[in-house]
């Protein structure tokens, strides 16, 4: 069975510093998804990381993988208040849209 | 890219009764996908529709509770029926774009009943 475990669950950020947050995963996959949610809404894709190495950047926010280790890491960069949300992971091993999930990372950043 | 346009946003149900969710995406795909987002949890999936075959379903979802309908390239539906209060979710169709390189989400459905 896939397992996706993401960690922290919980992560309270100082606006300015710098955070991790960890997804790691049980079998072979090529394909990794990272989404925010804001309370109330749907998915906002983040990155698409295809490929062993991958690494993306958006803003302060940059997602990297390694399929060799089963893990991606979404590293923030100095943290600000509308960083604000639940962050998921997501593993497509497959290759055709079908995902399971990881438990989600609720991101609260304070002054 | 693909846009999913999912129906109703949100509603509120009585137990007992039925609720179908339509799914309809601007782009012809193979597979839809139905999630359960329960609150304050992760995204399950449901099952995955294929047009012109059975929906195969995951562990622990039913036809006879989730029936889904598949009748094109572009739609889809999920019922939830004779719901009680667990079936209080958010509910996601999610489709694989273009080169396979990407999944996109609807906007949800929630799901509240009393």
């Known amino acids: 069975e896939l397992k996706v475990e993401q960690n922290p669950l919980f992560l309270s950020m100082q606006e300015g510093k710098n955070y991790t947050i960890y997804c790691n995963y049980s079998t072979t996959s090529d394909r990794l998804y990272w989404y925010r949610q804001d309370p109330g809404k749907s998915l906002e894709s983040l990155f698409v990381l295809l490929s062993n190495g991958a690494v993306k950047q958006e803003g302060r926010l940059m997602a990297s993988l390694d399929t060799k280790a089963r893990l991606s890491t979404l590293h923030i960069t100095a943290a600000v208040h509308d960083l604000s949300a639940t962050y998921f992971c997501a593993v497509d091993p497959d290759s055709w849209g079908k995902l399971q999930f990881g438990a989600g990372t609720q991101v609260v950043v304070t002054p | 890219s693909a846009v999913i346009s999912q129906k109703p946003s949100r509603d509120i149900c009585q137990r007992g009764t039925s609720l179908t969710i339509q799914c309809q995406v601007d782009?012809?795909?193979?597979?839809m996908f139905w999630y359960r987002q329960q609150p304050g949890q992760s995204l399950t999936l449901i099952a995955t529709?294929?047009?012109?075959?059975?929906?195969?379903?995951e562990s622990g979802f039913v036809i006879d509770k989730f029936p889904i309908s598949r009748p094109n390239l572009t739609f889809s539906t999920l019922t939830v029926s004779n719901m009680s209060p667990e079936d209080s979710s958010i509910y996601l169709c999610s489709v694989e774009g273009a080169g396979n390189t990407e999944a996109f989400f609807g906007q949800g459905t929630r799901l509240t009943v009393v």
């Open positions: 529709a294929n047009q012109g075959s059975e929906a195969t379903y």
């Open positions: 782009s012809q795909v193979t597979m």
